[in-house]
Every structure is written in C-alpha cells, then in structure tokens.
C-alpha cells in the first residue's frame, strides 16, 4: 500500500489544521513562518507553487498518508537538479498524533524509490539538526549515511543552526 500520493489543491484546508493542530510540536524544526501559512489560504498558495515546481521538474511534493488513506505530513524532493549532478534534498514531517510509529519511515522508503527507480535520480539528500535524533534515525533505517556537519546551514526556529548532512547514492547495477 502507498503512503505518499502526489499532493492537491484539495489537500490545502487538511494541510492548514494538521499544521494548526501541530504548531508547537513542529516550531522547534522549522522556519518561523507566517500567520497566513496556518490557513487554508496560505496552504493553496504553498501547494500551488510546490505543483508549478514539479510541472518544471525541480520538486516532487507529496503527502503521507496514515494505514486508512488520510493525510498525516507532508514529504518533498527539493531542488532537482539533474544532468551530470542528477540529486535533490529531501524534506519531511508528520503530525505529532502519528510520530514514532514508523509512517516517516515508510514514506521516505517510498519517497527514495520514486526518485531513484521513477526520477532516475543518483543522489538523495537531506539534513538534521544536531539534535533531531529521531530524524536521524528515519534516515539511517532507510540507508542514508552521515557524511558531514554544515555549521549555521538553515535559518529554523528563528536562529542559524547547524544541520548533519546526510545522503543515499543510489546502487549501482
């Protein structure tokens, strides 16, 4: 059974109150975001430039979905690049009520398929801060390896913070 699709505009007012519902639990590993990015609104718009990304090829934005079908988090592709780089990073979160039980896992199982055997992508990236070690684990379970620290690397929670880089280069044969 998936548990990524391809997200909607349909997705945008479930998209709004999971990110509503789960504004403190997500603060501590995102950018501060503006109030109109809770709303319905702001999701469409998100939503909507996510699907012009993907038209030209630069992002894959899915949803992840819960065992009866419903929309738990969201997991992205990012900046696709391709000719002889051929890689992207990848972004992912889930709701608080279905964190810990192996969804985030599975979508990015899912997720890394869909860009080594559908995209034809060579190289999967993504990074944590120091002390997401749930993260680091999703990423370990599916084979991603540690291959450095960037200091200050993304602007979340309102501060410049250092991220562990971690990649999966896809097997050859």
Known sequence: MKITRLVTSEDAPILAELLRVNREFLAPWEPIRSEDYFT?????????????????????PHVILDDSGRVIGRITLNGIVRGPFQSCAMGYWVGAG????GFATRAVREIVRVAFEVLGLHRVQ????????????????????????????LN???????HLMYQLVRPSG
Request: hydrophobic share 35%.
């Open 98 to 101: 279905h964190n810990g039980r």
């Open 40 to 60: 319905a609104d702001g999701q469409h718009a998100v939503i909507g430039a996510d699907l012009r990304q993907h038209e030209q090829g630069s992002k894959l």
């Open 126 to 153: 993504a990074e944590t801060l120091l002390h997401n070690v749930r993260s680091q684990r999703v990423l370990e379970r599916n084979g991603f390896v540690r291959y450095g620290m960037a200091p200050e690397y």
């Open 156 to 162: 979340i929670a309102g501060r410049w913070q250092d």
